[in-house]
T-cell receptor, first 114, second 112 residues
Framework: DAGVIQSPRHEVTEMGQEVTLRCKPI?????LFWYRQTMMRGLELLIY????????DSGMPEDRFSAKMPNASFSTLKIQPSEPRDSAVYFC????????????FGQGTRLTVV | GDSVTQMEGPVTLSEEAFLTINCTYT??????LFWYVQYPGEGLQLLLK?????DKGSNKGFEATYRKETTSFHLEKGSVQVSDSAVYFC???????????FGQGTTLQVKP
């Protein structure tokens, strides 16, 4: 398996534009996590899914953020409209549902909003 | 809710020095504990884990012991190398929800 795949690796966009980040989890994993990493706030859990169903979205900062998981092999994180303070590295991770197993991370998407 | 607290960095050491990065947690249940490492420009990778009290996780010379009585999971290495320079994250997995919670990360810089 190629691991967790995120796209794009880098995204530069203008304030007010819509941004969509994509994630393909490892096949067979049924947990999927979206994290945001910044220097100021560290690694924050935004939302996570179990079997394609959102379980906890309490970390989503605002209504401008939304996430979907239409099937077991694909998830998106959308920001509309984007703002400069959304600039960060966004990571997707996946894991098995069996307790106590590790999560595997993608390479991340570095988002810059100008 | 559950949380993880790590010592603040950066930690700067000379090669072959002893490393300790402190990690404490707060959890209502019986979580699993993890240390992840992040090298520059990359995602996080699992370094080691422990799933129950008194378990010791180890990998690549790093060790951490799950201490329930002190709610701690400190990372140690006897002799660090320049190649160990990275950001280290302590994390816990809530047993009943699967939620994975990270500490704020500790940057380690090892100088030759």
């Amino acid at each position: 398996d190629a691991g967790v795949i995120q796209s794009p690796r880098h995204e530069v966009t203008e304030m007010g534009q819509e941004v969509t980040l994509r994630c393909k989890p490892i096949s067979g994993h049924d947990y999927l996590f979206w994290y945001r990493q910044t220097m100021m706030r560290g690694l924050e859990l935004l939302i996570y899914f179990n079997n394609n169903v959102p379980i906890d979205d309490s970390g989503m900062p605002e209504d401008r953020f939304s996430a979907k998981m239409p099937n077991a092999s694909f998830s998106t994180l959308k920001i509309q409209p984007s703002e400069p303070r959304d600039s960060a590295v966004y990571f997707c991770a996946s894991s098995f549902s069996v307790m106590n197993t590790e999560a595997f991370f993608g390479q991340g998407t570095r988002l810059t909003v100008v | 809710g559950d949380s993880v607290t790590q010592m603040e960095g950066p930690v700067t050491l000379s090669e072959e020095a002893f490393l300790t990065i402190n990690c404490t947690y707060t959890a209502t249940g019986y979580p699993s504990l993890f240390w992840y490492v992040q090298y520059p420009g990359e995602g996080l990778q699992l370094l080691l884990k422990a799933t129950k009290a008194d378990d010791k996780g180890s990998n690549k010379g790093f060790e951490a012991t799950y201490r329930k009585e002190t709610t701690s999971f400190h990372l140690e290495k006897g002799s660090v190398q320049v190649s160990d320079s990275a950001v280290y994250f302590c994390a816990l997995s809530e047993g009943d929800t699967g939620k994975l919670i990270f500490g704020q990360g500790t940057t380690l810089q090892v100088k030759p």
